[in-house]
C-alpha cells in the first residue's frame, strides 16, 4: 500500500517537474531552431541538388530507428509536458518538432493551425487574425482567399513554423456541425476553389500545406468513433471533389488523415482513401499525417493503409510495434521505406526551397495584413434581409440604439485548433461608435441582460442594431476535459432563448431595425425573421470586424457576400444529423441538391445574399464546344441598374433534367465576383469544362458524360427566379 502511495508521489512529482522545466526551457530556442537545411553541410548549391535521389541517399543511410523516427511527431515524454506547459502557463500552442535527424542533418518540421490566422508563439502570441472560413467563402472571392493565406503563410513562416493545418475543405452537409465555421460551405466546387487557392498561397511561401481532414469528417461531438456510410457516387461525386481538386490542381505537400471511421475503417488506416483513391486514382505524392492524438489505432493497419506519419505524438507507431511487425514478417522494411521516401522526398523540397523574402517577426501584424483583415470582413457580410431599412441614414443628430451582449465582446470565433488570437478585436460597438465619432450622432449601447431596460433603448432610438448569435461556447471544435466544456456540434439551429426574445419584444417598439447575426453557419429564423425588417450575417468577422460592420450598415460598403449554404422554410428538411451516434449515413442529397431534387422551399437559397444596387442579366450566350480544349465559352451581360455602384457574385449552374441517372437538379460549376459602377455593363464570361457534366459510374468505376442536352443557368443566386438559361446538346 505504501509502496503504492510513494510511486503516486514519485510520479506526480516528476510530472510537475517536468511540466515545469518544459515551460521554461523548451520552446525558448524556437528561433534559432532553423527549419532550412545547413547549405554548408552538402557539397552543392541549393539548386543544384536533387531532392528526390538525396532523399534516396539518406534513407539508404538510415537504421530502421531512424527511419521509424520519420513517422512520429515527438516523443510523448518530451511532448506531452511541453505542451501542458505552454497550454497552461503561457496558454500558446507548442512547436512540436517532427522528422529531426541531426546526424544526417535533416531539419525537422513545425506545425501551425490557421484556418483564420496562424498560431505563434511570440508578439504576445497575436496575429492578423481574420474572419473565419465560412464568412470568407460568403466573400465568393478566391483571390481575396489567395491573399488571405498569403498572410497567413507569411506570419507562420516568420513564427518559425513550416506545415500549415489549413485550409479545412470538409463539406457542410449540416449546419448543426460545430467546425462548420471553418470550412467554405455546403458546395463540393465552391470548396474546391476556395481550398485550391489557399493551398497555392501557402505554398508559394514554402509552406507545406496540409488540407484537413480526409474526409467525410463533418460531425464534431462523435468524431472519434463515428463510422461514415457513404456509397460510392456520393462519396466520388459530393464528398472528395473538392480533395481531389485540390491535391492534383494545387499539389499540396500534406493532407490529414479525419479521425472518424468512413466503412468501417478509420480514416488513418483507411486503405481504399490513401492508396486506392488518394495515390492511385489523384496522383497524391505528399505526406499524409493523422489528425492529432488518436488518430491511428492500429500500425500495421496504418502503415499498409500508407498512413506516413502519427502525429503529434509517438504511440501506434513505436519502435517495438513496428519492429515486431517486421520480424514477424506482417509487414516489410519496404512497407517503412516507401512511407518514410513520400515524406522524406516532399519535406526536402522545403528544406531546401528558395526564400525570395526574410520571413522576420516584422512582417506579423504589418499594417497591410491588418487591411486585408477588415477587406475580408467587408467583403463577406451577407444581407440576406432589407425591407427598404439599410443603409441607415448617417446625419441628423441620430440616437442609434446597439442592444445585445455579442455587440460589446470580442467574438473571432472557436477557441480549439483553429483559435487565433489578435492583439485587439473592434467588436461591432466599437466599431459603430467609432464610425459617428465626429458626428453628432450618439450610439446607446445596451447589453440586453434586462429585457425591459432594453425595451426602453429600443422605444427611444432613431436605429437599432441588435446583435445576436454565438461564441465559442456553443460552437467550434469540441473540448470536453472536466470542468470545461467548449465548442461542439449545435443541437439546436435555433438561437438562444434570450436572443429570440429580444428580437421578437423590440421588433415591436422599433421597426428602424437591423439584426445583426454573429456565428459560423445557418441559422433557424422562423420565431422571428418575419418580425423584422433587415438581417445582415456578419460571421465571426476577425479582429477588424466591427470596422466592416458599421461601414455596411452606413452604405460606405456595398454588402457583397453570398450564403455559401441554404437555409430551408422548415428546418428539419436538412439531412439527419446527430452528434452522438456511433454510425450514420451520407446520402448523395444535401443542401440545395436536396431542397432542390424533393421540392423542399427555401428561405435562403445557395448563392442568396442582398445589395444595396440592382443588377438584370441579360444576353446570355453559349458557344459551341471547343474541341481543343473541350470547353465551352458562356458569356452574359450584368447591368447595374440602380444608384449604387456595387459587386456581384455571378454563378453559373449546369442543370440535369434530361439526366438517364439520377443526378441533382442543378450544380455549381463556377462563379466570379465582380465590381459594377452604378448604371454600367460588364459582359462576364465562363469556360465550362466538358468533364465537369460527368457523373460516377460505380459499376463500370469510371466518370462518365452523357449524350444529351444540357441546361446552362447564370444568374445572382441558386433560386429559379434569379437566373437566366440556355443550353447545350451533346446528342
Ligand atoms: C484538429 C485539427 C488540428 C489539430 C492540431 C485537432 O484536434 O482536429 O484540425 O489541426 O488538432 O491542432
Known sequence: MIYKFLKIIIAFLILSSSIIFFTLYVNKDYKTISLKANQSLFKKRIWEINTDSLSEEILSQMSLEEKIDQMYGEKMIESIPKFLGNYLFKNRFAHIYAGKNDRLNIPPWVLSDGPRGARVLDK?????????????????????EYKVHEVIAKEMRANKTNYAATPCINLLRHPGWGRAQETYGEDPWLLGEFGLAAVKAIEKHNVMACPKHFALNSIENSRWKIDVSVDERTLREVYLPHFKKVIQKGKPASLMSAYNQVRGEYCGSNYELLTKILREDWGFEGFVSTDWIWGIYDAK??????????MPWQDEYNYNKIKSLIKSGEILISDIDKLVLNTLKTRLKYAFSYDSIDYNDNLILDSSHINLARIAAEESMVLIKNDKILPFKKNGNLKIGVVGKLANIKNTGDRGSSDSRAPYVITPLEGIKDYHRNTKNKVIYNDASNINDAIEVAKNVDQLIIVVGYTYKNE???????GYQIGGDRISLKLEENDEKLIQELSKFNKNLV???????AIDMNNWQDKVPSILFSWYSGMEGGKALAKILYGDINPSGKLPFSIPKNISDYPYFNPFTDTITYGYYHGYTLFEKFGKEMSYPFGFGLSYSKFHYKNLIVSELNISDS???????????????????????????????????KLLRGFKKISIPSKEIKNVSFKLNINDLSWYNPEKKKWEIEKIKYKILVGSSSRNNDLIHSYISLE
Not at 644 to 658: P, S, T
Open 124 to 144: 504576445k502570441n497575436a496575429v492578423t487574425t481574420f474572419p473565419v472560413g465560412m464568412a470568407r467563402a460568403s466573400s465568393w472571392d478566391v483571390d481575396l
Open 301 to 310: 493497419k496504418a502503415i499498409k493503409a500508407g498512413l506516413n506519419v502519427e
Open 476 to 482: 467550434g471544435e469540441f473540448i470536453d476535459s472536466p
Open 515 to 521: 439584426v445583426v447575426y454573429v456565428g459560423g453557419s
Open 631 to 665: 470547353t465551352y465559352q458562356i458569356s452574359f451581360d450584368i447591368e447595374n441598374i440602380s444608384n449604387y455602384n456595387g459587386k456581384e457574385v455571378a454563378q453559373l449552374y449546369v442543370g440535369f433534367n434530361e439526366s438517364k441517372v439520377d443526378r441533382p437538379v
